[in-house]
């Protein structure tokens, strides 16, 4: 019925103090800010053009160019990706020739696999492009350069001599990124001024010498550092989004049970419902937290560069390179996981998730494919091992790997199942996990002769261990966020009940590492997934309101599932009335198409 809460009774089981745990999750960061910032995103693409140009221009030219972009006179297109190469930033192929005689770099386009392929707004709408190009001087070539191209006038938005512009066309399903115009392009030729090429870091001079850059070149890459640890946050919204939807439809949906005419069973009380469900929830707290910190991280490095200080630029790398990886490939599986939690509903347009998956599993591959990303994390863990015998001591989020020698001796000594809600005890099996795998692959690495070809012949196990690094991220950074004064009845409590599922239910699904690097026995692995089912019990009064904390509307979350009301049966019905297909009762075609087959006269009783 309308106006009834259906869910009434779930929340009024809730152990604590849910506006106070509304404004943790909110934490320092609004997701509708973010939301609306992604569907702007989704027309446009001002979140990676307008960042770049702020990393890579010098004042001068931010003067020029970003009062214009900031008030949409122009619209940038961040054209780094070509059809032969995402990936392998230094493979691209557009050229961007300096000609002394005019003052004026020749854009072009070399081979097919040199077309731009993939930026976003690039098909029809961006009147600009950051375009990323080989920068080319007397015939010598100094690598990927960022440079300001315009695309289409600016009168009638036709596009320039020399510019040939498409969208790449329909992508996966109908989902929303459809209206997102990924284009092409094609430089024959295109001539722009000298000043139009970002020179912040390097310049080229009237008289063509290439000044190089004073700092580390990667800072040509700032702006995928900047897009990744958003994508952190950007993955806590959206995997929340699902786990909102999928815990009140479980809550709400009754299916076995019924005894002597009682209701059925609530499916969110089946242990398998828990065990799927409820690690995504602590998933998506988990990601928000350490999306928190990498935020707060990513703003001391900035701070840093101003005063040329370099030395967290690699670990940021890592970091938002790792992290990023991570967070989607769990977000991304987690809303399939969470479709299939909703049963044939799920799978309905009207529940949701169809779409938010579809808009956004691509979050595993744009900003850095994530197994390229994790190459990167794992090469920082390779080198950090090789600099300890120089007495190098790690710090930050390697500092454990300065312990390696005591970690490779490391011994869980849980002896009871409630041993591992100790925080200390999971961080150090966690530790010692990572350590132990890092520390193989560096000794595996040492009896290549070539360094590179190990990496390459390792680069699964290495993989693996830089998964086990960032995991061990997230599960520190949550504990950390519990060692801070949060207020409110009981909230502190349920967070240390996700923390505690998060962690054991990372330590349950890759019990491999941790019983072949020795670091835990069998029995206490056996005794890890005991106290996990009965946080899963913890949790379970609390489930409706943990979610209700993500403070949703269902406008937000635009799904007849996840309404706050849980008032389900009735508006997938009024949902499915909408369909146009049920505007008339004999569906279109059927008087040209079936009933022919149907009226057809029986031979010898067959048709
Ligand atoms: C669904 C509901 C949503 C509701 C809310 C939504 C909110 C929205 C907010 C957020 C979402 C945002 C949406 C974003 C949409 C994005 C659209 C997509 C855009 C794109 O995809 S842009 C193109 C991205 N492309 C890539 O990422 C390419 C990946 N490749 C690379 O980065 C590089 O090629 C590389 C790093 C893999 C390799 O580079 P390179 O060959 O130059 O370097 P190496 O030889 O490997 O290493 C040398 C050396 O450099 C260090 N290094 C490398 N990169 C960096 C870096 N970035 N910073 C610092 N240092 C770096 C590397 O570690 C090596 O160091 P050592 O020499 O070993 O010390
Ligand atoms: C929705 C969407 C939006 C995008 N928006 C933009 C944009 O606005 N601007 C822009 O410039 N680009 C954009 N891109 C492009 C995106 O950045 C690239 O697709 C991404 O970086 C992956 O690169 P790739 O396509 O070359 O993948 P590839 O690197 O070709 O990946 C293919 C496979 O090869 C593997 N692989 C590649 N290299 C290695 C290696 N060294 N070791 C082991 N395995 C490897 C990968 O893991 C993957 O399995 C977008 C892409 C998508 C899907």
């Known amino acids: 019925m309308e106006g009834v809460d259906h869910l009434a009774h779930e929340r009024n089981k809730a152990q604590f103090d849910v506006a106070v745990m509304k404004a943790v999750w909110a934490g320092s960061r609004d997701a509708y800010e973010l939301f609306h910032r992604f569907s ?40 780094q990706t070509e059809l032969g190469h995402g990936s392998n930033v230094r493979g691209l192929e557009t050229t961007a020739t300096f000609d002394p005689k005019t003052d004026e770099f020749v854009l072009n386009s070399p081979t097919l696999t040199a077309t731009k392929w993939w930026p976003g707004g690039l098909g029809k709408i961006a009147t600009h ?27 009638d938005h036709l596009t320039l001599p020399g510019i040939t512009i498409g969208d790449i066309g329909m992508k996966y399903g109908s ?45 040509s890459y700032g702006t995928m550092v900047y897009v990744r640890q958003k994508i952190v946050f950007d993955a806590s919204i959206a995997l929340s989004r699902a786990v909102c939807i999928s815990t009140r439809y479980s809550a709400v949906r009754r299916q076995f049970g019924s005894h002597n005419g009682s209701p059925e069973t609530q499916v969110i009380d089946y242990k398998t419902q828990q065990a799927r469900l409820f690690p995504l929830l602590a998933s998506a707290y988990a990601i928000r937290f350490v999306s928190e910190w990498l935020n707060s991280f990513y703003k001391d490095l900035l701070q840093r560069l101003e005063a040329k200080d370099f030395s967290t630029l690699p670990e940021a790398h890592a970091c938002t390179a790792g992290l990023k990886s991570i967070t989607t490939s769990v977000a991304a599986d987690g809303i399939e996981e969470c479709r299939k939690l909703c049963g044939g509903h799920g799978y309905l347009t009207s529940s949701g998730l169809p779409e938010l998956s579809a808009v956004y599993i691509p979050a595993c591959t744009y900003e850095g494919d994530n197994v390229v990303m994790l190459l990167q994390v794992a090469r920082y863990l390779m080198k950090t091992i090789s600099q300890l015998k ?17 970690l490779m001796q490391y011994h ?80 502190k409590e349920q967070l240390g009940v996700l923390r505690s599922i998060y962690a054991l239910f990372l330590l349950h699904k890759h ?34 309101a ?48 079936v009933q022919p087959m149907l009226k057809q006269p029986l031979h010898h009783g067959r048709l």
């Open 40 to 79: 702007r995103l989704v027309a446009n693409d001002p979140e990676m053009f307008i960042p770049a140009i702020k990393a890579q221009a010098t004042e001068e030219q931010q003067k020029q160019w970003l009062p214009l972009a900031n008030k949409m006179k122009i619209i940038g297109s961040y054209t």
């Open 129 to 155: 492009a950051l375009a990323h190009a080989r920068l080319i001087i007397d015939d010598k070539d100094y690598g990927v350069h960022g440079f300001l191209v315009q695309l289409r006038s600016l009168d």
């Open 175 to 219: 989902g929303a990124y459809n209206t997102m115009d990924n284009g092409s392009l094609i430089f024959d030729h295109v001539r722009i001024p000298r000043n139009q090429m970002l020179m912040r870091l390097s310049q080229v001079t009237r008289e063509g010498k290439y000044v190089p850059s004073n700092v580390p070149r990667q800072l």
């Open 390 to 406: 120089s007495g190098n001591k790690p710090v930050g989020t390697t500092a454990y790997l300065g312990r390696a020698e005591q």
């Open 412 to 491: 869980s000594d849980v002896l009871r199942a409630e041993d591992w809600l100790k925080p200390n005890v999971v961080v150090e099996a966690f530790e010692a996990r990572a350590a132990r795998m890092s520390m193989a692959c560096a000794q595996n690495l040492s009896k290549f002769n070539n360094p590179e070809d190990g990496f390459q012949e390792l680069s699964a196990d290495l993989v693996e261990a830089a998964t086990a690094h960032c995991q061990l991220i997230i599960v520190s950074k949550f504990i950390e966020k519990l060692q801070q004064d949060i207020p409110g009845k009981g909230v």
């Open 511 to 544: 019990i491999g590492d941790f019983l072949s690097t020795d670091c835990i026995t069998p029995k206490q692995g056996y005794l890890a997934n005991e106290q996990l089912r009965s946080l899963y019990s913890q949790v379970r009064p609390n489930a409706i």
């Open 546 to 593: 943990l979610v209700d904390a993500f403070n949703y509307t269902d406008h937000f979350l635009s799904s007849v599932l996840g309404r706050y009301d849980g008032n389900v049966y009735p508006k997938l019905y009024e949902e499915a009335w909408k369909d146009p297909l049920n505007d008339t009762s004999i569906p279109d075609g059927f008087h040209e198409y």
